[in-house]
């Protein structure tokens, strides 16, 4: 059962009971889930902002996805960003735990892959050379996420919200503009060999045709074969792009097997248009990702 509470105009409390067929919302979320986010809406009204917590073990990439693709919900509702709080104390032991295959990924991992904003809690449990190793670690499988160290989840709430990690609003132009900034040409890597943060940078405008059938086959036809001669697995992709015929910067965003681009800022007269994407995944091979990426340049 998942159960909604309310407050009233007058103080009343009202009190909503949804029963969820295996009484797990991150699986019924498609269905049920999004029903109840729709039924809410219209009962209660418009909401200032929606927060949904998953459990400690939850893979977010799920209910982040149906914000993308559930028809009813894009007038109203749309997916912010993900916010990931680290346990400094334990992370560390968490992202050393074996999998049980090796089609399995360590959830803390996925967890911190798909984050856009790191909340690093406890940082007063742990030394100064601990902090770092984590921060080292956490960065090597994220590297784009805005990353908060804390006390006791102290935070201010302008940090976690209205991020605008997925739309073109302007905190997304500026993260973009950053993301160009900071480009690094290096992999990274961590516990886990298999995953690994990867920068792509090239010059000149994108074939727009071109590129989608790219991202249509490196996100869901699995052709591009990486190390290991294993298929790239994205768990998040996020970039600015130069598209030919489009005068304007395009974001890039995937959460695994889905994706979606954002016009956002006109390209100034005089910059030089340029695409900057980074994949975070398992099996990335760079220079099979750099010549992908330059085999969609215009000709």
Request: glycine share 6%; net charge negative; proline share 1%.
């Amino acid at each position: 059962m998942e159960k909604s509470m309310s407050i009233g105009e007058e103080g009343e409390l009202y009190e909503e009971w949804l029963e969820l067929r295996n009484g797990c919302l991150c699986c019924s979320v498609k269905d049920n889930g999004v029903k109840a986010i729709e039924n809410l809406m219209l009962k209660r009204g418009r909401f200032d902002y929606i927060l949904l917590e998953t459990t400690g073990l939850a893979d977010p990439g799920p209910i982040a996805s149906i914000f993308w693709i559930d028809d009813e919900l894009c007038s109203d509702v749309f997916l912010d960003g993900i916010v990931t709080v680290v346990d400094a104390k334990y992370c560390l032991q968490h992202l050393a735990e074996q999998r049980q295959s090796e089609t399995d990924i360590n959830e803390c991992i996925r967890q911190i892959s798909l984050a856009d904003v790191l909340i690093l809690n406890k940082i007063d449990l742990v030394s100064d050379e601990e902090l770092l190793k984590l921060q080292s670690e956490i960065r090597a499988i994220n590297s784009f996420a805005k990353l908060i160290k804390t006390e006791r989840s102290r935070v201010d709430l302008s940090t976690v919200l209205d991020l605008e990690a997925y739309t073109g609003g302007e905190t997304s132009i500026e993260r973009a503009k950053t993301i160009q900034q900071k480009a690094n040409s290096d992999e990274t890597s961590h516990i886990d060999k298999s995953v690994s943060t990867v920068t792509v940078q090239v010059a000149g405008q994108l074939d727009p045709d071109r590129f989608d059938e790219f991202l249509q086959n490196l996100l869901w036809e699995k052709q591009l074969i990486g190390k290991g001669d294993k298929p790239m697995e994205i768990f998040r992709l996020k970039g600015v792009t130069s598209l030919a015929s489009c005068g304007k910067r395009v974001l890039v965003q995937a959460v695994h097997e889905l994706y979606d681009r954002q016009e956002t800022t006109a390209w100034e007269q005089d910059s030089i248009r340029q695409s900057t994407l980074i994949f975070i995944g398992r099996h990335l091979d760079k220079s099979i990702l750099d010549e992908a990426v330059r085999g969609c340049l215009k000709s």
